[in-house]
């Protein structure tokens, strides 16, 4: 069987990690930055699981199944206060929600 290099799976992590942290300071919409978040959750659980297989244990998959159920409340919290505010400001706009006073 062949494997992946440890180096590779951590690199392939952190690329991951660094294009949802740039999606997050980037971006404006709310929505674009929720899913920027999700992609650093793939990134840090993917480093999870590759530093896990590296030392033959399953704590790297048991922490990234733990991720999952974070991203999950993420995304239901999320998405609910994306509701609320379009509903309340009738914009996705981080910048135009942060002046909203009360």
Not at 22 to 30: H, K, T
Not at 40 to 58: D, T, Y
Request: aromatic share 8%.
């Amino acid at each position: 069987m062949v494997t992946i290099p440890v180096s590779h799976g951590l690199l392939l992590a952190g690329l991951l990690f660094i294009l949802g942290l740039l999606g997050v300071m980037v971006r404006r919409n709310i929505v674009f930055i929720l899913l920027s978040l999700e992609v650093m959750f793939n990134g840090a659980g993917l480093a999870f699981v590759v530093a896990g297989s590296r030392w033959g244990q399953a704590d790297g998959q048991i922490m990234f199944m733990f991720l999952l159920a974070m991203a999950a409340a993420e995304v239901s919290v999320g998405l609910a206060l994306v509701f609320h505010l379009y509903h309340r400001g009738h914009t996705l706009d981080a910048d135009a929600i942060s002046k909203m006073k009360g």
